[in-house]
C-alpha cells in the first residue's frame, strides 16, 4: 500500500526537534513510507530555521512543502491531505502534529492497526496516541476503543478520504480560505455548517462491522449542539466520519506523547485541564500486535 507520513508545523522548532528524534526510533519501519513536511509560513515565522531542522535530521524526507503563509492549522492540515491523496495518490496517510513525540514502534503499531481494521466497514480512522485515565501495562497493548477525540495523530486511508472529503472542503472554501484566524464565523461554523448535519440520519454502513449493530452512535460532541463545541477542522472531520457511519479506533496504550503546552488552543491551564500532564507510559519496545481486541 502507498503510504505516507507526514508532520503540519508553524513556529515551534523545538518541538519539531523532538518530533524527528521520535521518527528516528522508527526508521526502520519508515524505509516503505514516504515523509512530508508542511510548514507555515510567513512573515513572523520560523519557517526557515524549521526547514533546517528537518534537513539535518537523520529522518530521510521525499518533500518539505513551505507555505507562502501561516495558512493555520486548519487549511495546512487540509490542504495537506489533498495533496498526498488527491494530487500524489497515495492510499494511505498517516498524520503528526509537531506537538506529538512518536515512541518506539510508534509507526509499525500504527500500521499493524490500519491493517487489522480494514475488514471492518465501520472504522474510519485509527490512531495509536490516547489518553486513558488508567494504569497501562503490558496486557493492554493489543486493546482499542472508539473514541472521538484528540486527533493529534491519525492514519486514514484512500477509501474513506474519498467519503469524507468533500464535507472538508465545503467547510475550508466557505469559513477558511480568505479569512484570518481571529475573523472566523465561529457561530456561522456551528449554526450554519454543523447543526444541519446533525439533524440528518447517521449513514448505517453495511458488511463486516466491529461494533455492534445496535451500539448507539451519538453525535462526537453529545446529542446537542451546545455553543461551547469546537468548530476547527478535527471538529469537521469527526463529524463527516460520523455523518458517513464511521468510527475512529485508539489503542488503548499510547505509542507517543502529547507534548503542546502552548499552541492556538492550548496554554498550560488546559494542558492540565484535559489531563495531558498526567499522559500514561508511551515508549514499549514490546512486539507489535498484528490482531487487536475491544476493551
Not at 485509527?126 to 488508567?134: G, I, K, S, Y
Not at 506523547?257 to 500514561?280: C, P, R, W, Y
Request: hydrophobic share 35%.
Amino acid at each position: 500500500m502507498k503510504t505516507a507520513l507526514f508532520t503540519v508545523s508553524y513556529n515551534r522548532p523545538d518541538l519539531m526537534r523532538e518530533l524527528l528524534g521520535g521518527l528516528e526510533k522508527n526508521l526502520a519501519d519508515l524505509e516503505t513510507i514516504d515523509v512530508f513536511h508542511y510548514v507555515d509560513g510567513g512573515a513572523k515565522s520560523t519557517q526557515s530555521e524549521i526547514k533546517q531542522i528537518i534537513e539535518d535530521s537523520n529522518v530521510p524526507h521525499t518533500s518539505i512543502v513551505l507555505r507562502e503563509e501561516n495558512y493555520g492549522v486548519g487549511r495546512n492540515l487540509i490542504g495537506a491531505r489533498r495533496d498526498l491523496f488527491d494530487v500524489r495518490g497515495y492510499q494511505r496517510v498517516i498524520l503528526i502534529e509537531d506537538d506529538l513525540i512518536p515512541g518506539p514502534n510508534f509507526v509499525k503499531t500504527t500500521c499493524a492497526l490500519a491493517d487489522w481494521a480494514r475488514q471492518f466497514n465501520d472504522v474510519g480512522m485509527v490512531q495509536v496516541w490516547n489518553l486513558p485515565h488508567q494504569t497501562i501495562s503490558e496486557t493492554d497493548l493489543d486493546v482499542v476503543v472508539p473514541t472521538h477525540e484528540h486527533f493529534y495523530t491519525y492514519c486514514v486511508d484512500v477509501e474513506v478520504w474519498e467519503e469524507i472529503k468533500n464535507t472538508l472542503y465545503e467547510y475550508e472554501r466557505t469559513y477558511l480560505q480568505g479569512v484570518s484566524y481571529a475573523d472566523k464565523d465561529w457561530r456561522g461554523i456551528r449554526k450554519r455548517f454543523m447543526k444541519p448535519r446533525y439533524s440528518k440520519h447517521r449513514l448505517i454502513r453495511g458488511g463486516s462491522m466491529l461494533l455492534d449493530a445496535d451500539t448507539t452512535h451519538p453525535p462526537p460532541f453529545g446529542p446537542r449542539l451546545k455553543r461551547t463545541v469546537p468548530t476547527g477542522q478535527d471538529a469537521i472531520t469527526a463529524l463527516a466520519l460520523w455523518e458517513k457511519g464511521f468510527i475512529r479506533l485508539a489503542t488503548l496504550a499510547p505509542r507517543a506523547v502529547m507534548k503542546g503546552v502552548d499552541g492556538v488552543h492550548s496554554t498550560a491551564k488546559i494542558f492540565e485541564q484535559l489531563g495531558l500532564n498526567q499522559q500514561s507510559e508511551y515508549e514499549w519496545n514490546q512486539d507489535v500486535p498484528t490482531s487487536f481486541r475491544l476493551r
